[in-house]
């Protein structure tokens, strides 16, 4: 399922217009993904969370030539299923 089948779905379930349920849809990613860049965790009971993961810096190396190159600390999202979820996909 990709946003405009999310946004359809939305519009049927809720008998609403598709200008609104793209806004609700759009106000509810963009939360997930403030709240996230803001460095907390999003929890939706029996689906999923969602939480960011911080790597210091390391030295690497480059594949192809063998030279050591340092990389920088960053930060990640990342995906974890709930048990519900889990249970609903292995029927």
Excluded: H, W
Excluded at 37 to 56: H, P, Q, T
């Amino acid at each position: 399922m990709n946003k405009l089948e999310l946004i359809s779905a939305l519009k049927t379930k809720a008998d609403i217009s598709k200008s609104e349920a793209a806004k609700v849809v759009q106000i509810f990613f963009d939360s997930m993904a403030d709240a996230m860049a803001d460095g907390e965790r999003v929890e939706i009971r029996g689906l999923c969370s969602f939480f960011v993961k911080e790597y210091k810096s390391y030295t690497g190396r480059n594949p192809k030539t063998g030279e050591k190159v340092t990389i920088k600390p960053k930060k990640l999202p990342f995906f974890k299923a709930g048990k519900e979820l889990k249970e609903r996909v292995d029927r």
